[in-house]
Structure formats: C-alpha cells, structure tokens
C-alpha cells in the first residue's frame, strides 16, 4: 500500500465493490436493506469464521452457500462503477473499474474464497482482552471508560478486563522525558526568559540530554 495509506486492501476492494452492488439494488434480498458490509456478507457465507471447515469450505451446512442466493432480481446489465486496489502495473494504486452488475458480481465472487482466508487468519482467537495502564483516576478510573467498556465487549464480543497498575508503578520512559521538558519550561518560566521555538529545541533537547 502506499506510505500514506493506512487501510487493508482486501477488507477494501470487497467493501467497494459491496457498496458499488448495494447502490443500485438491494443486495441481501431476504433482509431488504441496502448497503451491507462485508462482515454480514461473511456472516452468511460462514457459519463460523474462526471455524477452519467452514473457511476452507469443508463445512456441509455453508458448502452449498454463494453469493449468487443473495442476487435475486438484479438488473444483471446495469452499468455500475467501482474503486480497487490493484498492483497490475508494479504499484499499488486505486484505479476506477467499470462494468456492469453481472461482473461487478462474478468480481466478487472470485474474491471471496481468498477474503474468507484472510478474514480467518486474522482473528484473535482469544475470548478475554486484557488491558493494562496506570492507576490515574481522572483518565482511566470513570464513568466514560465504564461506557467503553461495555460498547467495546458488546462489538467485539469478547470479555473485558482492565488492570491498573499500583500507584506510581505505571510510568514509562515516555514520562521521564515529559517530566523533563516540562521542569525546565517552569524553570525558564519562573525566571522570565520563556522559550523560543528555536530555543527550547536546542537547549532542551540537545543541551540538556533530552532524546526523542
């Protein structure tokens, strides 16, 4: 992907091409929405994701289910436009393709066996998410992280911990030098001669030992 894209390019190329199907017709006919996403898309295609039988298509319940179940009554010639990642010409680039609803289909369906794959393997398989930070009471120890925490175990599905570390135990590295910058800001402050840009880069990074 290019340097200053951040995004997976499998997730996105079959959310494109989603979109693309869903603009123009409703694309799960049996739940007459449009605009669905790839995780429903799986959600039907897999009985379970973290299952390798129904990944690798082993499975005798999801064997038989293909995206053409969901295409009933589309208009198969509508002309449709859609965005991928491609590397066809020795770079990733996002390109415009055209087509019309009957490949734009068949593009998709070649991508799903791969884009199961890739969805399995990166799964965590783990059923507890434990998250670890300092004992502060005003950041991590309210009402608002509570809320978090619930939101977060309901969409991910996973339970929750959250451990805090013993008072004065949860500093890093980070702090030191945060602790550093900040005491000799105050003392330049106390004796009116605040900083310059310039000045704070060259005598409180360099001079006086502060490493990025």
């Known amino acids: 992907m290019p ?3 951040c995004t997976c390019k499998y997730h996105s190329n079959v ?4 979109n693309s199907i869903s603009k ?3 694309f799960f006919q049996k739940k007459k929405k449009k605009k669905k996403n790839h995780k429903e898309l799986l959600d039907y295609l897999c009985c379970d994701l973290s299952d390798e039988n ?3 298509g082993k499975c005798s319940t999801c064997l038989s289910r293909k995206i053409t179940d969901l295409t009933v009554d589309l208009e198969l010639e509508a002309e449709l436009t859609w965005k991928q990642w491609t590397d066809d010409q020795g770079g990733i680039q996002l390109i415009i393709a055209r087509g019309n609803m009957a490949e734009a289909i068949k593009e998709l369906d070649k991508k799903i066996p791969h884009f199961k794959i890739h969805c399995h393997t990166s ?3 783990v059923d507890t998410l434990k998250i670890f930070s300092d004992n502060c ?3 991590f120890k309210s009402r608002y992280i509570i809320s978090i925490m619930c939101k977060m175990e309901e969409k991910l599905g996973l339970g929750l911990e ?3 570390f013993a008072s004065s135990h949860g500093k890093g590295a980070v702090d030191g030098v945060s602790a550093t910058v900040k005491r000799h800001t105050r003392q330049r402050s106390l004796r009116m001669k605040p900083y ?5 880069e060259n005598e409180t990074i360099q001079d006086r030992g502060v490493r990025e």
């Open 54 to 56: 129904c990944v690798w």
């Open 24 to 26: 123009t017709n409703s």
């Open 3 to 5: 340097h200053n894209v």
């Open 162 to 164: 959250w451990n805090f």
């Open 137 to 139: 009471t005003d950041q």
């Open 15 to 18: 959310s494109f091409l989603l």
């Open 123 to 125: 799964i965590p398989f």
């Open 196 to 200: 310059k840009t310039e000045e704070f």
